[in-house]
């Protein structure tokens, strides 16, 4: 699902809302509505266009465990965005590379996708805004994945980690940075398959609608193949209990 207001997104309509299921046909009804509501009760607004689109899965679903959750408690947005930096850097993303990236961020608000960067050019190698889909992480295993670790069931929080999830679970891979562009949510995180998901309580200021979703990726790497693997690759995310 995809909605935004002022027409479509390609036509520069603004990102509402976005939203990504896996279900079985019995439960298509279900999925349906649940993303239908999702996007027409947005706090950034009532969209003008919305796209529900399902198709048949005939690849075999991939299983990934879920990544590590950390989260860091920060007094102020700019302690915030110096901690993602430093993140960045420790998952293996160059410092010039780093900046290079808050040097391009403004133009990337309100596509309602990711921009792939290459950490060798310190460039982007996609701005269309790739949307990832085909992910999901059956309930009856979230829950039990949430009620082990204290975690709160936090739908918003499990589509971020389940995307995270998929993101950086391939080689061509080395870092997520992420906000939200709701100007009600300011926890973002970054994310690596080395350093999990590291939640940042204060990445950007209440009532800012400019949000960033950026994969640093290796661009030596087939990137083809990445952003194929991100759009079309059924992923469930699968967490292997703990007895
Ligand atoms: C979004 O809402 O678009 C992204 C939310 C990222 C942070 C989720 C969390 O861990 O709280
Ligand atoms: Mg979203
Ligand atoms: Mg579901
Ligand atoms: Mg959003």
Request: proline share 4%.
């Amino acid at each position: 699902m995809r909605a935004a207001k002022g027409g479509a997104h390609e036509q520069g309509g603004k990102h509402i809302s976005g939203g990504e299921q896996i279900s079985t046909f019995d439960g298509i009804t279900h999925a349906v509505n649940f993303l239908l509501e999702k996007g027409l009760t947005h706090s950034k607004g009532s969209p003008d266009f919305m796209q529900i689109q399902f198709d048949c899965i005939h690849d075999p679903v991939q299983l990934l465990n879920p990544l590590g959750v950390q989260s860091h408690q920060v007094e102020s947005v700019e302690k915030g965005q110096a901690l993602a930096r430093q993140l960045l850097k420790q998952a293996g993303v160059p410092e010039k590379c780093i900046e290079a990236l808050y040097h391009h961020l403004p133009g990337y608000s309100g596509l309602g996708g990711a921009v792939l960067f290459d950490i060798h050019s310190g460039r982007p190698i996609d701005e269309r805004g790739i949307r990832v889909s085909r992910m999901d992480w059956q309930a009856d295993n979230y829950e039990k994945w949430a009620a082990y670790y204290g975690k709160p069931r936090n739908s918003r929080m499990k589509e971020a980690l389940v995307l995270a999830t998929k993101v950086t679970g391939h080689p061509a891979a080395v870092a997520e940075l992420c906000w939200s562009d709701d100007p009600d949510y300011i926890t973002g995180y970054v994310a690596s398959k080395r350093l999990g998901y590291r939640r940042i309580s204060k990445l950007k200021k209440y009532g800012d609608e400019r949000g960033c979703r950026i994969f640093f990726v290796n661009g030596r790497e087939d990137i083809e193949s990445y952003i194929h693997y991100l759009k079309k690759q059924p992923i469930f995310v699968r967490w292997e209990e703990v007895k």
